[in-house]
């Protein structure tokens, strides 16, 4: 924790000259972690991903990725810098095949990616399978895998997830799990959003709770999971 | 014999001219359909971007013509084209980085984006009328006729003549090369497909490292090729004449919109449906149908269902059809 990959610090903004969505809220993640972010619907989940992503205007606080302040770098410089990020909605190229969507992954990279597309496909082997179809005809959890996999072709050391799992059955859900603690073992940090509070924090080091916009609690998965507090008013009892 | 008869007057007239003209349609609305997908707007200017680069073709023709350097049976046009893409390419960047890019910045709403293409439309008006001036020019040269009506006539003994002009077929065969260039292009390279990404999902181009304002000046430049190309064929065949090609940007954009707008596939699909339907409703089919019907059935009028003069109601109605039963197009087009 004294020494987080990256830290959005501190975060306080919102959409252009609209009203204030962050107040102070503070998100990191250590090296090869996984950090959730559960909260009510609106409580600014998306947004905070967007704040450390450098897609909104924070008037106050900072972001910080392996120590150096990258506040004031663009989207693209942050994707550079080893930053990947799946948006929560048109997070894939539709008229695309699944191939040319992680290759446009990989747009950034001008050494040879061969070998990272067989490692996206070795993770999700359905996506080989599918790789001459355009993506806007696959199934919703294929289509995340997409999405997953394009972000994974930059070779990022940071994973950013917003609701990976929305609109997935459960069997797809826990398989997509499954495969974000296969990614975070080979050594990438993961932040991610989720809807399904319960099992994300199941598999989460860190945990946050976000509510309009503040940081409630912060807190190892496991604390959280077990906080009387969070389960009543967050997990469902 | 009536038939055949029938059947080559049938292509002389129509089938013929509606294919050339169809290439020609197709490949401006190509571009009208290029600037759509990439850069979110309807582009009025693209008739005088047609006109300005056969200008520059027509002028550097000229000059390659005085100095006596020709292309032998080909026109000596097709040796200018390239100067004419270049002058016309010159012409639409600078054009993007004087107006189209202040309105970028602005996230300017893609009405306005039109409206600034019309302003745009007048001032490519005026510097074309102003350098080669409002009249019709000729610039064709080489051989007329690949197949002329009298050859055919002695060839196979009938008595209805099957013409194939030169510019005929360089049109065809050009424009073939040009779609299959352009496919390749967009389907295959790391540029064309990061314009197709970008057409696809900006922000998810953007977070994927793909640098619009690159996108946006390949897209011209490619925008500023098909437009020339197709302004210097439909010159070639038909004469060249600045007020001719604004007029021809109705029936463009009837093109790319009746294929769906946004969507390569169906511009061209959309230029061939124009094209037909235009020729097809403005022939007079009495020279046909003398050779099918009994004499005693014979036409005395000319069997024309519209005349020429009204040639751009069939755009306008074909326009309307398809937006009232398709609104994306014949083919799925981008909608947003
Ligand atoms: N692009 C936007 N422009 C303006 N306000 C937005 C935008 N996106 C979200 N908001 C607002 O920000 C607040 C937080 O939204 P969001 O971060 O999407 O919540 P969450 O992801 O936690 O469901 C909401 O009140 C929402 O209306
Ligand atoms: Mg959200």
């Known amino acids: 924790m004294s020494n987080p990959f990256l830290i959005g610090e501190n975060m306080t903004g919102g959409y252009g000259r609209g009203a204030d969505i962050l107040h102070d809220c503070t998100i990191s993640v250590a090296k090869g972690e996984i950090a959730v972010i559960v909260g009510p619907n609106g409580a600014g989940k998306s947004t905070a991903m967007k704040a450390v992503f450098g897609m909104l205007n924070l008037h106050k606080g900072s972001v910080r990725l392996d120590g150096e302040d990258i506040t004031k770098l663009a989207p693209q410089a942050r994707v550079a810098k080893g930053m990947g990020f799946v948006p929560q909605t048109q997070n894939i190229f539709t008229s695309m095949t699944v191939e ?60 950013m997830l917003d609701e990976p799992t929305a609109g997935v059955s459960p069997i797809v859900m826990d398989e997509l799990f499954d495969r974000i603690i296969e990614v975070a073992r080979s050594g990438i940090s993961i932040l991610m959003v989720e ?17 309009q916009g503040r940081n409630r609690f912060t807190d190892s998965g496991k604390a959280l999971l077990a906080d009387p507090e969070v389960r009543k008013s967050f997990l469902g009892g | 014999m009536e038939f055949l008869n029938a059947f080559v007057a049938f292509s002389n007239f129509v089938i013929v001219p509606a294919i050339a003209y169809g290439s020609q349609l197709a490949l401006g609305a190509l571009g009208v359909t290029l600037i759509y997908g990439i850069l979110r707007f309807s582009n009025f200017a693209h008739g005088d971007t047609m006109a300005f680069g056969a200008m520059v073709t027509i002028l550097v023709t000229w000059w390659f013509q005085s100095m006596g350097i020709n292309l032998g049976p080909m026109p000596t046009a097709l040796l200018a084209l390239p100067f004419g893409i270049a002058g016309a ?24 984006l039109v409206i600034v293409s019309m302003g745009v439309m007048f001032v490519m008006n ?35 003549g099957l013409a194939f002009r030169t510019s005929q077929a360089i049109t065809i065969v050009t424009a073939v090369i040009v779609v299959a260039l352009l496919f390749w292009f967009l389907n295959k390279t790391r540029t064309g497909k990061s314009m197709r990404a970008f057409s696809d999902n900006e922000d998810l181009a953007l977070l994927s490292g793909i640098n619009p304002e690159r996108v946006v000046a390949y897209t011209w430049i490619i925008v500023a090729a098909l437009a020339t190309i197709a302004g210097v064929l439909y010159g070639l065949d038909k004469g060249f004449k600045p007020f001719t090609y ?23 699909a959309g230029g061939f449906v124009i094209a037909f339907s235009e020729v097809t409703v403005t022939y007079a089919y009495k020279k046909v149908l003398i050779y099918l019907l009994p004499e005693s059935l014979e036409p005395s009028t000319l069997v024309q269902l519209l005349s ?23 083919f799925k087009g981008n909608t947003a």
Do not use: C, H
């Open chain 1, 195 to 211: 809807q399904n509070a319960r099992q994300a924090l199941e598999i989460a080091d860190k945990g946050y709770v976000l509510v």
């Open chain 2, 308 to 330: 020429t003069d009204y040639k751009f109601a069939v755009s306008f109605a074909i326009l309307i059809i398809v937006l009232l039963f398709k609104p994306t197009g014949l």
């Open chain 1, 100 to 159: 040319e969507n992680l290759e446009m992954g990989a747009f950034i990279r001008t050494d040879d990616f061969s070998n990272t597309l067989s490692q996206v496909y070795d993770l999700f082997p359905i996506l080989k399978e599918k790789r001459y179809q355009a993506a806007g005809e696959l199934s919703g959890g294929q289509r995340q895998q997409v999405a997953v996999g394009r972000a994974l072709m930059t070779k990022p050391k940071l994973l």
């Open chain 2, 246 to 268: 604004f007029q021809l940007l109705l029936p463009i954009f009837a093109s790319a919109i009746v294929g769906g707008l946004g969507n390569p596939l169906g511009a061209i």
């Open chain 2, 126 to 160: 005026g510097l074309v009328r102003f350098i080669i001036g409002p009249d019709g020019q000729q610039f064709a040269d080489g051989e007329r006729f690949i197949i002329s009506a009298r050859n055919f006539k002695t060839m196979t003994g009938l008595s209805e």
């Open chain 2, 89 to 112: 390419a010159l012409l639409v960047l600078a054009t993007d980085r004087m107006v189209y890019r202040f309105y970028r910045a602005q996230k300017a709403a893609p009405v306005i």
